[in-house]
């Protein structure tokens, strides 16, 4: 029987589809274990063969643990939400609703022809009213909660509420905004509108005036990871900065909790560095200088108070709330103009540029609270508005950009003391300079910035500060395609809907272009907007929708329980799958997804609603698969193209074509002509009769023609060979080039593994005789490394394993039942098909996805020889196998009547022999 992959593998996709093989109870005695993929979005594109590299990882891990007795959650969805699925609508002239369908309905195609062991009753789809009903209810949780610095967590806002009724903000600093401070009465004094206000500022998710990335083309705010170079990530259109009013999640109060939960995770040490760079924490203070002239003052964070006598300058950034008050009329046109320039540039630019030095002075100076100097007022965009206090006290001295922009903008730089050092290279200042400073004279001796920060709060013109570099997430879209806010504004204040009211459905338009000044396409549709209200109010609806994030901050939790109406996940369901075993995704996520999805857990997990704050338990980033592109040589200002390997002979432009129509190197030149109609009359300078492409390695895209569709792979080698060779490329976690030629390597494995049971004219081959030593060591050498290499993720080696162990049984000729069955449950979660197909076809009832993995057993590999090196006169002449349960007196007497071993002693009486048991034997003569 020959081995026809094809047909194998319909037969068992479909039969696991009859037979519900991979559906999983909530209510099983099994040990759980969850593993997951992270939540893909549909492409219209389709999946090409870099795309399935961590979905064949996860599905080869999954399949593992079930065969040892786990109950295994692997379940798929869809994040079909946001700007790619609303953009690619508007392309194609379609409604997302529509597209997103058609696009998931191809993936789903393609996923199920590769043999993924997903649960698919648990599907669920961001887009679905029945799973975003659960996300804004989740929001409003985020609406409706405040967090409690004193208890370390979060709590409903009622009872903020009560504190205030009882003891105003005394014991609870206002995140929002600082300065708010009042008493019991003064709160109690307030009316509902001003109440609101307040708490707004203590809410986790709330309101408030932002600069944001403004995309005029899209009509809609982007995040700073949706914007490159100034213009939109998708379509590249310019982004302005705009003030607009926006939700965000004050996700900086969770900052330490998640830099702590970082230690109790199994992420990379490069993962969790990502985090804690992104999070930014830093131990500082707060300082205040007069400025000159006004009643105004610039407040400063610093992280080295104690250089405070090295400041030169002060950087302000351009959008801070002081520079328009404190610009003079001879600078207002110049800082207007710089400000126009920062408005087009990210937050990315600004900070990523740093040899990029631009700026604008105000013509205001600051004066130094301990000198009395008074010092210039720049504007620049390397200072966030959003970072600290938007100001920095420069100190050319210590730091090496604050140098280089005193050099550049000629700003006269001294050093700690007052001494010019001008033109010298920046030298940052060591901790002690300040002690010769007059204020400090007498004091202990303590590291200088703890005593100038004593000496700045003694004063009361600062205070102890800290700082982090990560800012509150913002929450809200001004697009169509994304889950609608559950708010209603009563008079303009925000209130939440009743839960029972939920889901708040995204109504069907037909266009959806913005609205008016900056609102989302909802804001069209008046008569879903404005509600009917009682006389005197007005009741609106919220015209933003949320982001993509929001539906795949909590997705993880969704497939828990998927089909519960009552709840998002049942505590008792969600406390037995508890957080994700294993979880393998693309770095592209590696800090915004990760992030918001462990703020939501910490939330849900304060409230009570589940039992773990961290979501993910392991981590594991799969590289990324590069195409290998092909390139064509043409003569430059002809039709005429020339092979690889003679283009040094000629003037050619280099051109992408498509690999599909290349075989290895070799251009299928009719297929070119067929390819383009300026390409049907080109001509060929061939090498040896062949048209042979150049290549270059690099991110598979459409636009290099280098993408490789995973169903022509499939078809022509199988769903099994395409699994085993994307593990063989090597180690998940690295990136590598796609060579299609290789994949036939691991062809003719599968064929050969076959070959163990079938003959091509007899059938089975495979017999119930006793197995020998020989083939038993084989076996059980191979279970050892398959079991441990899979479970450390090493599929590449494992695959290197089953492949020694299918040549040793070949030459071993081995086709026995007590070798062969359990070598088919070692290969299933790799191949899964052929070894249902070889399972089945040795007699066996029942599935083989749900065997029990082989058990390794130690004495069969243990040796019993040892070849022993055995030296004339220290020279190495030949090897012997001895049992390693000889004396040395029966060793020295085997190495003795060796016949090399006599032709190098010439008869001799040895003079002694040195025996190492287990390592060598050495005879001298």
């Given at each position: 029987?020959?081995?026809?992959?094809?047909?194998?593998?319909?037969?068992?996709q479909?039969?696991?589809?009859?037979?519900?093989?991979?559906?999983?109870?909530?209510?099983?005695?099994?040990?759980?274990?969850?593993?997951?993929?992270?939540?893909?979005?549909?492409?219209?594109a389709?999946?090409?063969?870099g795309?399935?590299?961590?979905?064949?990882?996860?599905?080869?891990?999954?399949?593992?643990?079930?065969?040892?007795?786990?109950?295994?959650?692997?379940?798929?969805?869809?994040?079909?939400?946001?700007?790619?699925?609303?953009?690619?609508?508007?392309?194609?002239?379609?409604?997302?609703?529509?597209?997103?369908?058609?696009?998931?309905?191809?993936?789903?195609?393609?996923?199920?022809?590769?043999?993924?062991?997903?649960?698919?009753?648990?599907?669920?789809?961001?887009?679905?009213?029945?799973?975003?009903?659960?996300?804004?209810?989740?929001?409003?949780?985020?609406?409706?909660?405040?967090?409690?610095?004193?208890?370390?967590?979060?709590?409903?806002?009622?009872?903020?509420?009560?504190?205030?009724?009882?003891?105003?903000?005394?014991?609870?600093?206002?995140?929002?905004?600082?300065?708010?401070?009042?008493?019991?009465?003064?709160?109690?004094?307030?009316?509902?509108?001003?109440?609101?206000?307040?708490?707004?500022?203590?809410?986790l998710?709330?309101?408030?005036?932002?600069?944001?990335?403004?995309?005029?083309?899209?009509?809609?705010?982007?995040?700073?990871?949706?914007?490159?170079?100034?213009?939109?990530?998708?379509?590249?259109?310019?982004?302005?900065?705009?003030?607009?009013?926006?939700?965000?999640?004050?996700?900086?109060?969770?900052?330490?909790?998640?830099?702590?939960?970082?230690?109790?995770?199994?992420?990379?040490?490069?993962?969790?560095?990502?985090?804690?760079?992104?999070?930014?924490?830093?131990?500082?203070?707060?300082?205040?200088?007069?400025?000159?002239?006004?009643?105004?003052?610039?407040?400063?964070?610093?992280?080295r108070?104690?250089?405070?006598?090295?400041?030169?300058?002060?950087?302000?950034?351009?959008?801070?709330?002081?520079?328009?008050?404190?610009?003079?009329?001879?600078?207002?046109?110049?800082?207007?103009?710089?400000?126009?320039?920062?408005?087009?540039?990210?937050?990315?630019?600004?900070?990523?540029?740093?040899?990029?030095?631009?700026?604008?002075?105000?013509g205001?100076?600051?004066?130094?609270?301990?000198?009395?100097?008074?010092?210039?007022?720049?504007?620049?965009?390397?200072?966030?508005?959003?970072?600290g206090?938007?100001?920095?006290?420069?100190?050319?001295?210590?730091?090496?950009?604050?140098?280089?922009?005193?050099?550049?903008?000629?700003i006269?730089?001294?050093n700690?003391?007052?001494?010019?050092?001008?033109?010298?290279?920046?030298?940052?200042?060591?901790?002690?300079?300040?002690?010769?400073?007059?204020?400090?004279?007498?004091?202990?001796?303590k590291?200088?910035?703890?005593?100038?920060?004593?000496?700045?709060?003694?004063?009361?013109?600062?205070?102890?500060?800290?700082?982090?570099?990560?800012?509150?997430?913002?929450?809200?879209?001004?697009?169509?395609?994304?889950?609608?806010?559950?708010?209603?504004?009563?008079?303009?204040?925000?209130?939440?809907?009743?839960?029972?009211?939920?889901?708040?459905?995204?109504?069907?338009?037909?266009?959806?272009?913005?609205?008016?000044?900056?609102?989302?396409?909802?804001?069209?549709?008046?008569?879903?907007?404005?509600?009917?209200?009682?006389?005197?109010?007005?009741?609106?609806?919220?015209?933003?929708?949320?982001?993509?994030?929001?539906?795949?901050s909590?997705?993880?939790?969704?497939?828990?329980?998927p089909?519960?109406?009552?709840?998002?996940?049942?505590?008792?369901?969600?406390?037995?799958?508890?957080?994700?075993?294993?979880?393998?995704?693309?770095?592209?996520?590696?800090?915004?997804?990760?992030?918001?999805?462990?703020?939501?857990?910490?939330?849900?997990?304060?409230?009570?609603?589940?039992g773990?704050?961290?979501?993910?338990?392991?981590?594991?980033n799969?590289?990324?698969?590069?195409?290998?592109?092909?390139?064509?040589?043409?003569?430059?200002?002809?039709?005429?193209?020339?092979?690889?390997?003679?283009?040094e002979?000629?003037?050619?432009?280099?051109?992408?074509?498509?690999?599909?129509?290349?075989?290895?190197?070799?251009?299928?030149?009719?297929?070119?002509?067929?390819?383009?109609?300026?390409?049907?009359?080109?001509?060929?300078?061939?090498?040896?009769?062949?048209?042979?492409?150049?290549?270059?390695s690099?991110?598979?895209?459409?636009?290099?023609?280098?993408?490789?569709?995973?169903?022509?792979?499939?078809?022509?080698?199988?769903?099994?060979?395409?699994?085993?060779?994307?593990m063989?490329?090597?180690?998940?976690?690295?990136?590598?080039?796609?060579?299609?030629?290789?994949?036939?390597?691991?062809?003719?494995?599968?064929?050969?593994?076959?070959?163990?049971?079938?003959?091509?004219?007899?059938?089975?081959?495979?017999?119930?005789?006793?197995?020998?030593?020989?083939?038993?060591?084989?076996?059980?050498?191979?279970?050892?490394?398959i079991?441990?290499?899979?479970?450390?993720?090493?599929?590449?080696?494992?695959?290197?394993?089953?492949?020694m162990?299918?040549?040793?049984?070949?030459?071993?000729?081995?086709?026995?039942?007590?070798?062969?069955?359990?070598?088919?449950?070692?290969?299933?979660?790799?191949?899964?098909?052929?070894?249902?197909?070889?399972?089945?076809?040795?007699?066996?009832?029942?599935?083989?996805?749900?065997?029990?993995?082989?058990?390794?057993?130690?004495?069969?590999?243990?040796?019993?020889?040892?070849?022993?090196?055995?030296?004339?006169?220290?020279?190495?002449?030949?090897?012997?196998?001895?049992?390693?349960?000889?004396?040395?007196?029966?060793?020295?007497?085997?190495?003795?009547?060796?016949?090399?071993?006599?032709?190098?002693?010439e008869?001799?009486?040895?003079?002694?022999?040195?025996?190492?048991?287990?390592?060598?034997?050495?005879?001298?003569?």
């Amino acid at each position: 029987m020959e081995y026809n992959f094809r047909q194998i593998e319909r037969k068992w996709q479909q039969h696991w589809v009859n037979t519900g093989a991979y559906k999983i109870s909530n209510n099983s005695t099994k040990p759980k274990c969850y593993v997951l993929d992270m939540f893909p979005y549909p492409s219209g594109a389709g999946l090409h063969v870099g795309h399935p590299l961590g979905y064949i990882a996860s599905d080869i891990y999954a399949r593992f643990k079930r065969l040892q007795g786990f109950n295994v959650l692997h379940p798929m969805g869809y994040d079909a939400f946001g700007l790619p699925a609303e953009q690619y609508a508007l392309e194609t002239g379609q409604h997302p609703a529509v597209t997103t369908e058609q696009n998931i309905k191809a993936f789903r195609s393609q996923l199920d022809n590769i043999g993924f062991s997903y649960d698919w009753s648990r599907e669920i789809r961001t887009s679905d009213p029945s799973y975003y009903k659960w996300t804004q209810r989740i929001f409003l949780q985020l609406f409706g909660s405040w967090y409690n610095r004193l208890a370390g967590k979060a709590e409903n806002i009622e009872t903020l509420v009560r504190i205030f009724e009882q003891e105003g903000n005394l014991h609870h600093e206002c995140p929002g905004n600082r300065g708010i401070r009042f008493s019991a009465d003064s709160w109690n004094d307030h009316n509902y509108e001003q109440q609101q206000e307040i708490l707004m500022e203590y809410r986790l998710g709330y309101l408030a005036y932002a600069e944001v990335n403004w995309c005029p083309a899209l009509g809609t705010v982007l995040a700073n990871d949706e914007v490159v170079n100034g213009v939109s990530e998708r379509g590249g259109h310019p982004v302005i900065k705009k003030k607009m009013r926006q939700w965000f999640l004050r996700i900086t109060e969770y900052a330490d909790r998640l830099l702590e939960g970082l230690e109790k995770v199994q992420f990379s040490e490069a993962m969790k560095d990502m985090q804690r760079n992104w999070i930014g924490k830093s131990q500082g203070a707060e300082i205040k200088f007069n400025i000159a002239g006004s009643m105004e003052s610039l407040v400063v964070y610093t992280t080295r108070p104690d250089t405070i006598f090295g400041v030169d300058f002060m950087v302000v950034a351009p959008e801070h709330e002081l520079v328009d008050a404190i610009t003079t009329d001879a600078q207002m046109q110049a800082v207007n103009e710089y400000k126009d320039y920062v408005q087009s540039r990210s937050e990315r630019e600004r900070m990523a540029d740093v040899k990029l030095i631009t700026g604008c002075f105000t013509g205001a100076y600051a004066i130094n609270p301990f000198d009395d100097r008074q010092i210039p007022i720049w504007i620049s965009e390397y200072v966030l508005a959003g970072y600290g206090t938007g100001a920095i006290m420069a100190v050319p001295c210590g730091d090496q950009r604050d140098f280089n922009f005193a050099q550049h903008f000629n700003i006269p730089i001294t050093n700690i003391l007052g001494d010019a050092f001008n033109g010298q290279e920046a030298n940052p200042t060591k901790e002690g300079k300040l002690f010769n400073s007059n204020f400090i004279t007498g004091m202990d001796m303590k590291p200088a910035m703890e005593a100038v920060i004593e000496k700045i709060e003694t004063l009361g013109i600062g205070k102890r500060q800290i700082n982090y570099k990560m800012r509150d997430a913002g929450f809200s879209r001004q697009r169509y395609w994304g889950e609608p806010f559950p708010i209603v504004y009563r008079n303009g204040i925000p209130e939440a809907m009743d839960p029972a009211d939920l889901p708040l459905e995204l109504p069907h338009v037909d266009h959806y272009t913005p609205g008016e000044d900056g609102e989302g396409p909802l804001a069209n549709m008046t008569q879903w907007v404005n509600l009917p209200a009682e006389p005197g109010t007005a009741l609106r609806r919220e015209t933003s929708t949320m982001p993509g994030y929001a539906g795949s901050s909590w997705y993880f939790l969704r497939y828990m329980d998927p089909h519960n109406n009552a709840a998002f996940c049942d505590r008792k369901v969600s406390d037995y799958w508890g957080q994700v075993d294993l979880y393998i995704g693309g770095t592209e996520h590696a800090v915004g997804h990760l992030l918001y999805s462990r703020l939501w857990t910490k939330v849900l997990f304060d409230l009570g609603h589940i039992g773990f704050d961290e979501p993910y338990k392991k981590l594991v980033n799969q590289g990324m698969i590069t195409g290998s592109s092909r390139l064509v040589y043409r003569v430059r200002g002809t039709n005429e193209f020339v092979s690889a390997g003679l283009r040094e002979q000629y003037d050619t432009d280099e051109l992408h074509v498509d690999v599909n129509m290349v075989d290895g190197l070799e251009l299928d030149v009719d297929a070119f002509r067929s390819w383009r109609p300026d390409y049907a009359t080109a001509q060929f300078i061939l090498e040896d009769g062949k048209y042979i492409c150049g290549t270059l390695s690099e991110k598979m895209s459409k636009s290099k023609f280098n993408t490789v569709n995973p169903d022509l792979l499939v078809e022509k080698f199988g769903a099994d060979t395409f699994r085993m060779y994307e593990m063989f490329l090597g180690p998940v976690e690295q990136s590598k080039p796609w060579e299609t030629k290789g994949i036939e390597g691991v062809h003719r494995f599968l064929k050969k593994f076959w070959r163990l049971y079938m003959d091509e004219q007899k059938g089975l081959i495979v017999k119930d005789a006793a197995p020998t030593a020989d083939e038993l060591k084989t076996l059980h050498k191979a279970i050892r490394r398959i079991e441990e290499d899979t479970e450390r993720l090493s599929f590449n080696t494992a695959v290197s394993g089953f492949m020694m162990c299918v040549n040793d049984l070949t030459d071993l000729k081995c086709h026995k039942k007590a070798i062969l069955e359990p070598l088919v449950i070692l290969l299933t979660p790799y191949a899964p098909h052929v070894c249902e197909e070889l399972w089945a076809a040795m007699g066996n009832s029942g599935s083989v996805l749900d065997a029990a993995f082989p058990i390794f057993n130690a004495e069969y590999v243990t040796e019993s020889t040892k070849e022993y090196p055995v030296s004339v006169n220290g020279k190495l002449r030949t090897t012997i196998n001895i049992s390693l349960d000889a004396t040395e007196a029966e060793a020295t007497a085997i190495a003795l009547a060796n016949d090399v071993i006599l032709k190098w002693t010439e008869g001799k009486d040895p003079r002694k022999v040195i025996f190492v048991k287990g390592k060598m034997i050495n005879v001298v003569i």
